[in-house]
């Protein structure tokens, strides 16, 4: 099959690879999307270490092969392949935190991933969710990692509530999304980027509020705007600038969701007000994926077009052109998410 190889830090290659292999419970999926995310630049760009040769965790495909334990599903089933896999015997498994899992399965990280042709997926009726045909290929890539992210940061951890004040900085994919859930919980929902571009998705995708904070000070005018601060921030992109000015935008007892991991520039450290954040009785709410059984409750609302991933869709690309989207990353030149959907070109990149 073809993939997108990792060979070292900001160096991915197109390649011949020897298809997966699965054992008597895996499943081999056949992969017809997958999302370019910020986690898979963090590994590109060395911000994370490399642990497999092919990333990409943000998939939906049809099963091409069982083994001979999955009970769950079969030849041609329609589905989508959540990063946070897991074993289901840890304590925060069964606890119902799966996400947390000890032995956690993370396509891209713990095992090949979805820059391919193919994915053998560990423990198939763990870890992959059966997808509606209502729901495209594309559309349903998002629910992978940016969708489900977005939807327990907001929903499961910060506890938005309706008539609340969200302001979100980061509009790229999970910033997005999470504007789109906060909105539809009937927040009034404020984004802020650089990039005038994602800031008109972001009113597409339900931000009553836009701010460009490289024309204004953005905690002055969440201030100015809420009449004193934001119910709750969301840092969508995880460096020490949308981190600090998230806290920052709080009005006293506020929420701060951290979503965005860090860059090499902050090494995973971030100084925070500590001082004001005790006075304030300001909240920090760590989020990471979302337990898969919370997708009895996420899938009905994307079908009843109350969130609509697809609006966030710039453009459909090959394995070949990764990389420029990448490199466009680094730059915080790109607006949406972009989808690969085209696997068998023998373009080469690097």
Known sequence: MKALVIEGIKNAIVQ???DPTIDENGVIVKVKANGVCRSDWHYWAGDIPITQKILGHEFTGVVEEVGKNVKNYKKGDRVIVPFSGSDGTCPYCLQGHSNLCHSSFIPGSTYNGGYAEYVGVPL????????????????????????MTAFHGVVDRAKVEPGEWVVVYGCGGVGLNAINIAASIGATVIGVDINPKNLELAKQMGAHVVINSKEVDPVHAVKEITGG??????????????????????AKRGRHLQVGVTTQVEGGKIALPIDQMVMQEIQFIGTLGMPNHRFDSLLPLVLQGKITPGKMVTAEISLSEVTKIFEEMSNFNTSGTYIVTEFDKSTVTA
Not at 129 to 147: K, N, T, V, Y
Not at 229 to 250: E, P, Q, R, W
């Open 16 to 18: 011949e690879v020897a």
């Open 229 to 250: 601060g934001a119910n709750v921030s969301i840092d969508a992109l995880g460096i020490a600038d949308t981190c600090l000015n998230g806290i920052n935008s709080l």
């Open 124 to 147: 198939g009726d763990r870890n992959i969710i059966p997808l509606a045909d209502e729901i495209s290929f594309l559309d349903g890539a998002a629910l992978g990692c940016r969708l």
